[in-house]
Nanobody, 125 residues
């Protein structure tokens, strides 16, 4: 599976931004997809994930209530809608995928087999 993240950019604090992860080369509808982010000098951290069916979603505490993950399996795409953005949300955002036919929670980068390139999100104060 190849993943292509897009949609990052520069936004003011309090604003909104949506990033997308387009997949190719596999049966995307059988993959759990996660979003992670990494700021300079920090470790990559879990942001959100969505099960193959979209029936199970998980969020990091720092983004819960502000970010929404969704997917369109017909378009092989996962979305991350980010609202009420804060300067501390500034990071490179990565999407990742792993095969799973359940709604299991996978918060660790090591649990994912496929990664897209990062897309930069910068939130100005």
């Amino acid at each position: 599976v190849q993943l292509q993240a897009s949609g990052g950019g520069l936004v003011q604090a309090g604003g909104s931004l949506s990033v997308s992860c387009a997949a190719s080369g596999g049966t995307f509808s059988r993959y759990t997809v996660g979003w992670f982010r990494q700021a300079p000098g920090k470790e990559r951290e879990f942001v959100a994930s969505i099960s193959w069916s979209g029936g199970s979603t998980y969020y990091a505490g720092s983004v819960k209530g502000r970010f929404t993950i969704s997917r369109d399996n017909a378009k092989n795409t996962v979305y991350l809608q980010m609202n009420s953005l804060k300067p501390e949300d500034t990071a490179a955002y990565y999407c990742a995928a792993r095969y799973s036919n359940s709604g299991t929670y996978y918060p660790r980068p090591s649990e994912y087999n496929y990664w897209g390139q990062g897309t930069q999100v910068t939130v100005s104060s």
